[in-house]
């Protein structure tokens, strides 16, 4: 699972990714030749943390999501280069901080502070290059149709009219995400990667001055730009990035000190972009390790216990599942299977968020 942080320059993209994987990127230092920060983050996941409690393990894992930081160089003078779309298609998620809060040098080289501005010109940027790739495939559809019989046009022409659709829902001012399309244009679309149809977080990063109103500016960008494949998170990149490098109870103090919930608006953009992917994390619990494993929503117990190894799907029996808040409650497993709160599914079993598996499997 990859997410790729995108923003204007001087927008805070380093500091946000600074703070979400507790790095220490320079801030400012990307030149034209620059290569992405990558970093690993941990989803926070309170109950793996109240299984590490139950079984004491030897060790615990969460499920992690890659953050990779790009340079604003990949955005030129006519707008995002092939190489640079080329990357952002392959991203599970786009990431995109907006600068919302007052900076006397930061106004002084850009100009006055609009975040609608800069999110919009920089959407339009992605919009026009997705726009390139449906013109030059509506060019190459139509120079095929020349050398097909009339009879034998079926298909391209279908092709044709979605990529029109597209077309003309970009030339609206949309980006893709917000184009209903059915199962038949999904399967149509299966071999392209538009950008502008990756799910995005947008973040809108205030200033130390404006944390106060972190909810009513969240709610304000949530209501003009929320939608479907597409989630807004409030909060001041600089001031987390400070908090990411302290120690633990150094930080909770800070943020009492600063009038801030003990709770990292952070931890639930992240949780925003993990729900924003379609996933959702079953857990696995026992002495050796108590660890969360990403999956996607609708998946089946097979292809969960495939995210283990693929042995387990290969050889897959039957699953042991537990609700992990029965099995909190109960305080052990031994309990739980007392009390007669451990099912056994089978193959076609849906596995639900916080479920707790145990595979049984023969290869």
């Not at 309170?46 to 299984?51: F, K, N, T, Y």
């Not at 292809?303 to 693929?310: C, D, P, S």
Request: hydrophobic letters at 45%; glycine letters at 8%; aromatic letters at 6%.
């Amino acid at each position: 699972m990859e997410l790729g942080i995108i923003g204007a320059a001087r927008s805070g993209k380093t500091s946000l990714f600074n703070a979400v994987t507790r790095g220490s990127a320079a801030i400012g230092a990307y030149s034209s030749t620059s290569e992405p920060n990558l970093g690993v983050v941990r989803v926070p996941d309170a109950r793996v943390d109240a299984l590490s409690a139950i079984f004491q393990p030897k060790k615990v894992t969460y499920a992690e999501i890659r953050w990779v930081d790009y340079p604003v160089a990949g955005f030129g003078p006519e707008g995002p280069g092939a190489r640079f779309v080329a990357d952002l298609a392959q991203l599970d998620a786009l990431v995109h901080i907006v600068r919302a809060f007052e900076d006397p040098a930061v106004a002084h080289a850009e100009g006055s502070v609009d975040p609608h501005r800069d999110l919009e010109a920089l959407e339009m940027e992605l919009q026009f290059s997705d726009l390139a790739l449906i013109e030059r495939r509506i060019e190459r559809i139509s120079s095929e149709m020349r050398s097909v019989k009339a009879g034998e046009r079926g298909e391209l022409e279908r092709h044709q009219q979605l990529m029109e659709r597209m077309q003309a829902h970009l030339e609206g001012g949309q980006g893709l995400r917000s184009l209903q399309l059915n199962e038949a244009d999904e399967r149509e679309l299966r071999n392209y990667r538009f950008v502008t149809r990756i799910p995005e977080l947008l973040i809108i990063n205030i200033g130390e001055g404006q944390l106060a109103d972190t909810a009513s500016i969240e709610a304000e960008f949530s209501e003009r730009y929320g939608a479907d494949g597409v989630a807004v998170a409030a909060l001041c990149a600089k001031v987390e990035a400070e908090l990411a490098a302290m120690e633990p109870e150094d930080a909770i103090e800070f943020r009492s000190e600063l009038g801030l919930d003990e709770a990292s608006p952070l931890d639930r953009a992240i949780g925003l972009a993990y729900d924003l992917l379609g996933l959702q994390s079953f857990l696995t619990a026992g002495e050796d390790e108590c660890r969360a494993w990403a999956v996607a929503k609708g998946a089946t117990a097979p292809e969960a216990a495939g995210k283990i190894h693929t042995d387990l799907e290969r050889g897959f029996i039957r699953a042991e599942v537990a609700g992990y808040a029965d099995l909190v409650d109960a305080g052990s497993m031994a309990e739980l299977k007392k009390r007669g709160q451990l099912r056994t599914e089978g193959k076609s079993y849906v596995v639900q968020d916080g479920d707790v598996l145990n595979i049984l499997f023969n290869v």
